[in-house]
């Protein structure tokens, strides 16, 4: 039982170079998210997605693009890497958190832009 | 800005004695979550309060709620080296779906 799985678990950008974060989960959660924890900061909302086709913003989306064309996959997209972007980024899925169900996480990308 | 505040910001205490934390937020709550997340892991969910509970255990874990006050507490009993980690608040607020998190307390266990 596989979880959530994030790759890569470590990145170097140049600035101005593009990336992509993976995120898969098996365990059929409409909801998926995508989290960037900085030192003192905890964790904020990047964007989310409650499922298929349907994707919104969170508290800090500005340099980031999401898409959901399954249930499975919500990849993170970073078109032009700036060196604020250096964070750890976290994807996260649920049953809708509504609902009164946990979020289970991956285990981390650590991003460093230089 | 986040929705979630810990406090405090980090606590040190030693092998068997209890932690608290405590989480504020900002408006009406679904739910309160609490995680754990371990030097360079993932979260892990530890409990989750709705907004109709004022009391909730799990194991040595004890999550109180006053949605009058808006805010909560976490107590970690009779503590053990391996508690050491960060801790989070989460809340779902009402009418929405996001799961936003508090600034984290960093908890150290001391032998």
């Known amino acids: 039982n596989a979880g959530v799985t994030q790759t890569p678990k470590f990145q170097v950008l140049k600035t101005g170079q593009s990336m992509t974060l993976q995120c898969a989960q098996d365990?059929?959660?409409?909801?998926m998210s995508w989290y960037r924890q900085d030192p003192g900061m905890g964790l904020r909302l990047i964007h989310y997605?409650?499922?298929?086709?349907?994707?919104d913003q969170g508290e800090v989306p500005n340099g980031y693009n999401v898409s959901r064309s399954t249930t499975e996959d919500f990849p993170l997209r970073l078109l032009s890497a700036a060196p604020s972007q250096t964070s750890v980024y976290f994807c996260?899925?649920?049953?809708?958190?509504?609902?009164?169900?946990?979020?289970?996480f991956g285990q981390g990308t650590r991003l460093t832009v230089v | 800005s986040q929705q979630g505040e810990e406090d405090p910001q980090a606590l040190s205490i030693q092998e068997g004695e209890n932690a608290t934390m405590n989480c504020s937020y900002k408006?009406?709550?679904?739910?309160l979550q609490w995680y754990r997340q371990n030097s360079g892991r993932g979260l892990v969910h530890l409990i989750l309060?709705?907004?109709?509970?004022r009391e909730k255990h799990s194991g040595r874990l004890r999550v109180t709620l006053d949605t009058s006050k808006k805010s909560s507490s976490l107590l970690i009993t009779a503590s053990r080296a391996a508690d050491t980690a960060s801790y989070f608040c989460?809340?779902?607020?009402?009418?929405?779906?996001?799961?936003?998190f508090g600034t984290g307390t960093r908890l150290t266990i001391i032998p």
């Open positions: 365990m059929n959660h409409e909801y």
């Open positions: 997605s409650v499922g298929a086709g349907i994707t």
């Open positions: 408006t009406s709550i679904n739910n």
């Open positions: 309060i709705r907004s109709n509970e």
């Open positions: 996260a899925s649920s049953y809708f958190p509504g609902l009164n169900t946990e979020a289970f």
């Open positions: 989460a809340t779902v607020p009402f009418g929405n779906e996001k799961l936003t």
